[in-house]
């Protein structure tokens, strides 16, 4: 009995069919399938979609019929977050259509358009890679597809551009030579002039993403963030849903780096419900719509949106890996069953992150790293901090550098380790006014602050940590408000000013209370303490 028999209008009994008639039957099946797969990607019915088209690979004869099926597979295959299954499949589809010899301009068009889904696949989506591939395993594909197209504007050939565009941003190591980066910058904004000649709001979209990634490079978050703010405003003319939940993924996650959390929920937020209606969720959205939620005390809804996307990543069990973007969202939920105090729901979720990160190498290791470093310090784990803040991000360290550096103010806050600090503040101050960053010069006033005050410079030493603990006021992040409403209150009961030091206790204690911190709690009481003796 034949597979394709399954379908309304096959006759049930295969052996009674012409030969003739069986091909083009087959065929007409083959076509069918490719076609209700993506009818069904189009409603966003993915795993219906990756049923029928996987049947239709197993009926397809002949190279570029099984081509035409897996370019329909790769994008389904994304949308799981399964970047290593879909690059598998586009290299098959290219070389399967270049073992067939691609003769017309259409099958030179064809072998372009692939070798462009190939290479955004390690460039624009790298974080939904496991494995990442290295330049000089992409660079015949980019090559390839460019040879194959004549001159003028078209879909394939900026696509390639895009490719190009974020060729320092993606595969396994990130570039760090600024000529480099600005090879790739001009090759994004050729993308961009062209999309705008063709009219099309979608590549518009995709180029404007490209151009911010190589302004992340050359200058972070500040820099990325006028290409960001751009797409969000294609938003209204763009039917990909994919692509819109991503616009607001990526933005929010800009945000919350530089410190506008508020906006950053705002948005992670709206993509977020974006995607859990139309495509059973988008893990950027959800992470940093968590994350922008712990920055801002809502510690109720981090936990709330953490179940949602734990449920969604974790439909893979827990023993599956996770991809590195999802990393900072388990960081965070470890360091608040820290502070907790559940000190073994946080080494599981540590644990996970390390098998994940094992499988993975070290791409990606500076998004979770901060909050399992202020787990360690909590734990006085001084040296296994250090150990960890020892090994280089080869991708993501540019991105989350801002995290590294909160990372290392804190513990030589915790070890007291003041000689280290000036050389700390100095990068920090340095990094956040090249950058465009608000909520680092925070940090690096509270450490500064803290080392002046070591070292007996009280007046200094105090004016520094009330700048700190304005900035985060203004910024609307309680926790760390109040962490640094500690260190003012032990300020003040040094230098016997008794109210100011009752005010900032009191004001700490009641936000430790609301968060639930008992060790905050009791350093807060103690101090409330002191100052009615």
Request: hydrophobic share 45%.
């Amino acid at each position: 009995r034949c597979p394709v028999t399954r379908f309304r209008g096959v006759p049930t009994s295969w052996a009674k069919v012409e030969p003739e008639r069986r091909e083009e039957i087959r065929a007409r099946a083959v076509d069918l399938l490719f076609e209700a797969g993506e009818e069904a990607a189009r409603h966003l019915a993915t795993e219906r979609a990756r049923e029928r088209v996987r049947v239709g690979l197993d009926l397809a004869h002949g190279p570029i019929e099984r081509a035409r099926g897996l370019e329909i597979l790769v994008n389904m295959e994304l949308w799981a977050d399964d970047g290593n299954s879909a690059w598998s499949s586009a290299r098959e589809a290219i070389d399967l259509r270049m073992g067939a010899g691609p003769v017309s301009a259409a099958d030179r068009r064809a072998v372009a358009r692939l070798a462009g889904i190939l290479l955004a696949i390690p460039t624009r989506w790298p974080g939904l890679m496991r494995q990442l591939p290295s330049r000089a395993e992409a660079a015949p594909y980019l090559e390839l597809g460019l040879t194959m197209l004549e001159a003028g504007d078209s879909e394939e050939r900026l696509r390639l551009l895009l490719a190009r565009g974020a060729w320092g941003w993606g595969f396994a190591e990130a570039e760090t030579d600024p000529k480099r980066v600005h090879e790739d910058r001009a090759a994004a904004e050729e993308a961009v002039a062209m999309a705008r000649r063709m009219g099309r709001a979608d590549l518009l979209a995709a180029a404007l993403d490209t151009l911010g990634a190589t302004g992340m490079l050359l200058g972070g978050y500040g820099s990325a963030l006028e290409s960001q703010e751009a797409r969000l405003l294609l938003v209204p003319q763009l039917d990909d849903v994919v692509e819109v939940v991503d616009i607001y993924g990526t933005l929010a996650w800009g945000l919350a780096h530089i410190g506008d959390f508020r906006r950053a929920a705002e948005l992670a937020a709206i993509g977020w419900a974006r995607g859990m209606e139309q495509v059973g969720g988008h893990s950027v959205t959800g992470v940093f719509c968590a994350v922008a939620n712990f920055r801002l005390g809502r510690w109720d809804e981090f936990w709330r949106i953490f179940a949602e996307v734990d449920a969604m990543l974790g439909s893979r069990g827990p023993e599956k890996l996770l991809r590195y973007h999802s990393y900072r969202l388990y960081g965070v939920a470890a360091y608040l069953h820290e502070v907790a105090g559940d000190s073994a729901a946080a080494d599981r979720h540590i644990e996970r992150l390390d098998r994940s990160q094992a499988a993975q190498g070290r791409v990606g290791i500076s998004g979770a790293r901060l909050w399992i470093v202020m787990t360690l310090i909590r734990r006085r784990a001084f040296g296994e901090a250090r150990a960890r803040l020892a090994v280089q991000d080869p991708v993501r360290d540019t991105q989350n550098r801002d995290l590294t550096l909160e990372a290392w103010a804190d513990l030589i806050a915790a070890e007291g380790a003041w000689d280290e600090a000036s050389a700390i503040v100095a990068e920090a101050r340095d990094w956040a006014g090249r950058t465009g960053l608000r909520f680092l010069p925070g940090v690096a006033d509270r450490l500064e602050g803290q080392a002046a005050l070591a070292g007996g410079e009280h007046e200094r030493g105090t004016a520094l940590v009330e700048q700190a603990r304005d900035t985060f006021t203004k910024l609307e992040v309680p926790w760390e408000r109040a962490r640094t409403e500690l260190s003012l209150a032990e300020a003040y009961v040094g230098a016997g000013s008794r109210t100011e030091a009752a005010t900032a206790a009191q004001a700490a204690l009641e936000t430790f209370t609301a968060l639930g911190a008992p060790v905050e709690i009791k350093q807060a009481a103690a101090l409330l303490a002191q100052t009615t003796e």
